[in-house]
């Protein structure tokens, strides 16, 4: 292929990302999929700055409790394994428990 018909494939896939539309959703997950494989470059003339919080932290309880040092690191080197941070890592365990998430 020429280096003349490389530059009409990229323009073409140029204008094809150009023109798709940003998501309209408020899950994190969506947009996170969504800018995984887009460039915020592509929409900056569709952006606006936004002033107040868009997300908001749902309001739960927090709770304090004693491990031994080895469990601790043990629930430290599982949560960096998966790549989570050790209070969600905890959470999801309490939930599993307690029969809320499905196995």
């Known amino acids: 292929m020429s280096w003349f018909g490389q ?3 990229w323009i ?4 094809e ?7 309209k959703t408020d899950s994190i997950e969506e947009l996170a999929r969504f800018w995984d494989s887009h460039d915020l470059t592509e929409f900056e003339g569709r952006l606006e700055e936004v002033t107040e919080p868009v997300f908001e932290h749902s309001q739960g309880t927090t709770m304090a409790f004693r491990l031994e040092p080895e469990e601790a690191k043990a629930v ?3 949560a960096k394994a998966r790549g989570i941070e050790q209070s969600v890592l905890l959470r999801e365990w309490v939930l599993e428990k307690l029969g809320s998430i499905p196995s």
């Open 76 to 78: 430290q080197q599982v």
């Open 7 to 9: 530059t009409i494939v």
């Open 17 to 23: 990302m150009k023109s798709q539309e940003l998501p």
């Open 12 to 15: 073409t896939l140029r204008r």
